[in-house]
């Protein structure tokens, strides 16, 4: 069985930068893509990034200049860097692997002040 971990979530204060994790139990070098989708309170879940087994990289348009993601397949992880939080990215992060279905990680809470 597939598990995700997130973890890296946090309280920041707008302009403030959070480095999120997804540590997979497998080996991610042949995962198809891995990414992140958020859902802020309210609202439905919403997709920010992917990376394909290929290192190519794609993002959301709300989110592209400030989030990057990469991954480390040493390490079984991937990570998402966001920089020059706003209010509006606050939500549960989760994080995704496609390996011929999507599986899940718990998600990570990141709260912006403002």
């Known amino acids: 069985q597939v598990q995700l971990v997130e973890s890296g979530g946090g309280l920041v204060q707008a302009g403030g930068s959070l480095r999120l994790s997804c540590a997979a139990s497998?080996?991610?070098?042949?995962?198809?893509?891995m990414g992140w989708y958020r859902q802020a309170p309210g609202e439905q879940r919403e997709w920010v990034a992917v990376?394909?087994?290929?290192?190519?990289?794609n993002y959301a348009n709300s989110v592209k200049g400030r989030f990057t993601i990469s991954r480390d397949t040493a390490k079984n992880t991937v990570y998402l860097q966001i920089d020059s939080l706003k209010p509006e990215d606050t939500g549960v992060y989760y994080c995704?692997?496609?390996?011929?279905?999507?599986?899940w990680g718990q998600g990570t809470q990141v709260t912006v002040s403002s």
């Open positions: 990376i394909t087994s290929g290192e190519r990289t």
């Open positions: 497998v080996n991610i070098f042949a995962v198809n893509a």
């Open positions: 995704y692997a496609d390996i011929g279905r999507l599986h």
